[in-house]
Nanobody, 122 residues
Framework: QVQLVESGGGLVQSGGSLRLSCAAS????????MGWYRQAPGKQRELVAV???????NYADSVKGRFTISRDSAKNTVYLKMNSLKPEDTAVYYC????????????????WGQGTQVTVSS
């Protein structure tokens, strides 16, 4: 299976920037997409951004134009660069990986990191 470890969260003022990193280890050959989700207190976990193995990306409307997801396949790492941060971006950010369909048939499953706190002060 895959293990994910996030880093880079912290406290930042409104308008500031942060970069999150997520390093994958284990059966990384099985990974298809990698992405970032977030969960604010009292709210459901929501998709922030996702990137496929071919580099195609998808973003939540609320972060388009401000956040950029990228992937270094050689390092098995995905990044989330967050600019123009707003207080409403405050949440625990989770890294996610999804296996290629072929590997789901072999029993590989989604993986989640432990989460990293991002707090944006107004």
């Amino acid at each position: 299976q895959v293990q994910l470890v996030e880093s880079g969260g912290g406290l930042v003022q409104s308008g500031g920037s942060l970069r999150l990193s997520c390093a994958a280890s284990g059966s990384t050959f099985s990974i298809n997409t990698m992405g970032w989700y977030r969960q604010a207190p009292g709210k459901q976990r929501e998709l922030v951004a996702v990137i496929s193995s071919t580099g195609s990306t998808n973003y939540a409307d609320s972060v388009k134009g401000r956040f950029t997801i990228s992937r270094d396949s050689a390092k098995n790492t995905v990044y989330l660069k967050m600019n123009s941060l707003k207080p409403e971006d405050t949440a625990v950010y989770y890294c996610n990986s999804e296996p290629n369909y072929y590997y789901t048939l072999q029993g590989f499953r989604s993986a989640w990191g432990q989460g990293t706190q991002v707090t944006v002060s107004s």
